[in-house]
């Protein structure tokens, strides 16, 4: 899995976080290789969603002191987010 999906390494510890969590707090009995990998694809999908969601969150958290810092209104910070995500549509 790591050598095709390019795994970051923090992904991937985070990742083995998860997974070791898992095994430790459940008391499954797990037979099959089958069922490990997919106990280990789960934990890498949610792995992924959660750093996606740190890295969006930090960077909404310094947009907001930028605009904070600016005293921008509430019209000009939705102005400039529309135009900005019309720059990307295109």
């Given at each position: 899995l790591t050598d095709d999906e390019h795994?970051?390494?923090?992904?991937?510890?985070?990742t083995m976080y998860i997974f070791d969590r898992f095994i430790f707090k459940t008391s499954l009995i797990i037979i099959?290789?089958?069922?490990?990998?997919?106990?280990?694809?789960?934990?890498?999908?949610?792995?992924?969603?959660?750093?996606?969601?740190?890295?969006?969150?930090?960077?909404?958290?310094?947009?907001?002191?930028?605009?904070?810092?600016?005293?921008?209104?509430?019209e000009e910070i939705f102005v400039k987010q529309k135009k900005r995500k019309r720059e990307e549509e295109r």
């Open positions: 795994i970051s390494d923090d992904i991937f510890a985070l099959n290789d089958r069922d490990y990998q997919l106990i280990a694809l789960s934990c890498y999908n949610l792995a992924k969603k959660l750093r996606t969601n740190i890295l969006i969150n930090n960077e909404n958290e310094q947009l907001s002191l930028i605009f904070s810092n600016e005293n921008y209104s509430d």
